[in-house]
């Protein structure tokens, strides 16, 4: 059972410890900065590249007017900007309304067959340079796009990621959102605000706090600073659905059914020999899910992905092929495998707790865990209340419990995702 207890701890603690620190270590040892060559104007002097921005949608007539009015508001030449959105086999008036804005953009029409689908189509009658894909849910701050392709002047890079901002992280964070509106304006609000000022700010329209909100927006910032570190390194290893871009040259169609676009797209680029880097001054903004029941959902069809991309690319496996592989294994299948750690460790620290005090205390760490966990998910029960007022009553414990319970949603999702991909059930689309 001590072989148990360590090999589980060591890989617990590889995968969400060692290789953190490993990173920050290689990243100062070792890092690859983009080319900026000499020679090549700056982004003032030289007309941008030519973009075309896919967007898939289905029945999302009630959001797309205003995430278009973003991107057309955004800093970027109109001439050198093309907007395709696809309809896939939307049954709102989702077509009606695109069609009302005439050239500006392509609407494109096709049979409900999933997002992967939609893609294909969409790039089909791409003719920019650089493709960029987003959603229909978030909004660009309006320098999003010059930042998204200013890296392509290395011929290196094959992909850029932006930076997601979410409702649930810090004032100082997420209030940078002050400074845009829904449609990319920029104002001088960020100058006067600060802390719990800003926050109220960016939820005037009294719209409910996340549950589980403390737990994912702690998540997701570790993860952006794995992202900004693997970035510096090599390559990002995915990229972030709603604001991420790509050379036309590289992209392959997706497979029907495919989960993970915004992870497939990027790791083909990667095996083909490129980078793939992560850009902080491209950002996007989107709400945190609702509750834990929301966020479960999402993480397994996230994880359901992670699953299927193994088969659609095993070349991925390879380490003389896959030249971020040891990346790969640490970040992604690490984190697949965690769930099981998990059980080992506590099966075997039970067996162990009496034999030395270490494994009594290690097992009390534990189960304070599984309890802090099981608190979070009561207060995730209780009705949400409006912005603001939640978050000025909520107290410290409170919030370690729902980091403990985002923390086994996490895990859990990566089980369920796993049934989920090989049953095929609940995540295709």
Same mark, same amino acid.
């Given at each position: 059972?001590?072989?148990?207890?360590?090999? #589980? *701890? !060591?890989?617990? +603690?590889?995968?969400?410890?060692?290789?953190? $620190? =490993?990173?920050?270590?290689? @990243? &100062?040892?070792?890092?690859?900065?983009?080319?900026?060559?000499?020679?090549?104007?700056?982004?003032?002097?030289?007309?941008?590249?030519?973009?075309?921005?896919?967007?898939?949608?289905?029945?999302?007539?009630?959001?797309?007017?205003?995430?278009?009015?973003?991107?057309?508001?955004?800093?970027?030449?109109?001439?050198?900007?093309?907007?395709?959105?696809?309809?896939?086999?939307s049954t709102d008036?989702?077509?009606?309304?695109?069609?009302?804005?005439?050239?500006?953009?392509?609407?494109?029409?096709?049979?409900?067959?999933?997002?992967? #689908? *939609? !893609?294909?189509? +969409?790039?089909?009658?791409?003719?920019?340079? $650089? =493709?960029?894909?987003?959603? @229909? &849910?978030?909004?660009?701050?309006?320098?999003?796009?010059?930042?998204?392709?200013?890296?392509?002047?290395?011929?290196?890079?094959?992909?850029?990621?932006?930076?997601?901002?979410?409702?649930?992280?810090?004032?100082?964070?997420?209030?940078?959102?002050?400074?845009?509106?829904?449609?990319?304006?920029?104002?001088?609000?960020?100058r006067h605000h600060?802390?719990?000022?800003?926050?109220?700010?960016?939820?005037?329209?009294?719209?409910?706090?996340?549950?589980?909100?403390?737990?994912?927006?702690?998540?997701?910032?570790?993860?952006?600073?794995?992202?900004?570190?693997?970035?510096?390194?090599?390559?990002?290893?995915?990229?972030?659905?709603?604001?991420? @871009?790509?050379?036309?040259?590289?992209?392959?169609?997706?497979?029907?059914?495919?989960?993970?676009?915004?992870?497939?797209?990027?790791?083909?680029?990667?095996?083909?020999?490129?980078?793939?880097?992560?850009?902080?001054?491209?950002?996007?903004?989107?709400?945190?899910?609702?509750?834990?029941?929301?966020?479960?959902?999402?993480?397994?069809?996230?994880?359901?992905?992670?699953?299927?991309?193994?088969?659609?690319?095993?070349?991925?496996?390879?380490?003389?092929?896959?030249?971020?592989?040891?990346?790969?294994?640490?970040?992604?299948?690490?984190?697949?495998?965690?769930?099981?750690?998990?059980?080992?460790?506590?099966?075997?620290?039970?067996?162990?707790?009496?034999?030395?005090?270490?494994?009594?205390?290690?097992?009390?760490?534990?189960?304070?865990?599984?309890?802090?966990?099981?608190?979070?998910?009561?207060?995730?029960?209780?009705?949400?209340?409006?912005?603001?007022?939640?978050?000025?009553?909520?107290?410290?414990?409170d919030r370690v419990?729902?980091?403990?319970?985002?923390?086994?949603?996490?895990?859990?999702?990566?089980?369920?995702?796993?049934?989920?991909?090989?049953?095929?059930?609940?995540?295709?689309?």
């Open positions: 059972m001590r072989l148990v207890f360590w090999i #589980s *701890a !060591l890989g617990v +603690g590889y995968v969400y410890v060692g290789y953190p $620190v =490993l990173l920050v270590v290689w @990243a &100062r040892v070792r890092p690859r900065p983009i080319r900026m060559s000499r020679d090549t104007p700056s982004s003032e002097q030289s007309a941008p590249p030519r973009i075309s921005i896919v967007i898939a949608a289905r029945n999302e007539a009630t959001r797309l007017r205003a995430r278009i009015e973003n991107l057309l508001a955004l800093d970027y030449p109109s001439d050198r900007r093309q907007i395709i959105v696809v309809s896939d086999g008036d989702t077509l009606d309304m695109l069609s009302g804005y005439g050239d500006v953009l392509e609407p494109l029409a096709a049979p409900p067959a999933g997002k992967a #689908s *939609a !893609l294909n189509l +969409g790039t089909a009658h791409a003719t920019g340079e $650089v =493709l960029v894909f987003a959603d @229909a &849910r978030q909004m660009f701050t309006p320098n999003a796009l010059r930042a998204l392709v200013a890296p392509f002047v290395d011929p290196e890079v094959g992909g850029v990621t932006g930076e997601l901002l979410l409702n649930c992280e810090p004032s100082d964070v997420a209030g940078r959102r002050a400074g845009t509106d829904r449609r990319g304006a920029s104002t001088d609000r960020r600060r802390g719990p000022e800003r926050r109220a700010a960016l939820d005037r329209r009294g719209q409910l706090v996340s549950t589980i909100g403390d737990g994912v927006g702690l998540y997701w910032r570790y993860e952006k600073q794995l992202r900004r570190l693997e970035s510096i390194v090599g390559s990002t290893l995915g990229a972030t659905g709603a604001i991420y @871009a790509l050379r036309r040259s590289l992209y392959r169609a997706l497979p029907d059914n495919t989960i993970l676009d915004d992870v497939l797209v990027p790791m083909r680029a990667v095996l083909a020999g490129h980078r793939v880097v992560f850009n902080e001054q491209a950002i996007a903004f989107d709400r945190a899910a609702a509750d834990a029941r929301a966020e479960r959902r999402r993480k397994v069809r996230t994880l359901a992905g992670n699953f299927q991309i193994l088969w659609q690319e095993p070349r991925l496996l390879i380490p003389v092929v896959n030249p971020v592989w040891l990346q790969y294994v640490s970040h992604k299948l690490g984190r697949l495998l965690v769930p099981y750690a998990l059980v080992g460790l506590f099966v075997a620290n039970v067996a162990l707790a009496t034999e030395h005090p270490f494994y009594a205390l290690t097992l009390a760490v534990q189960s304070g865990l599984y309890v802090l966990a099981g608190y979070g998910a009561w207060l995730d029960s209780l009705q949400p209340r409006p912005a603001g007022h939640v978050t000025q009553t909520w107290l410290p414990v419990a729902r980091v403990a319970l985002t923390f086994l949603v996490m895990n859990y999702a990566a089980v369920a995702g796993l049934l989920s991909a090989l049953t095929r059930r609940n995540v295709w689309r």
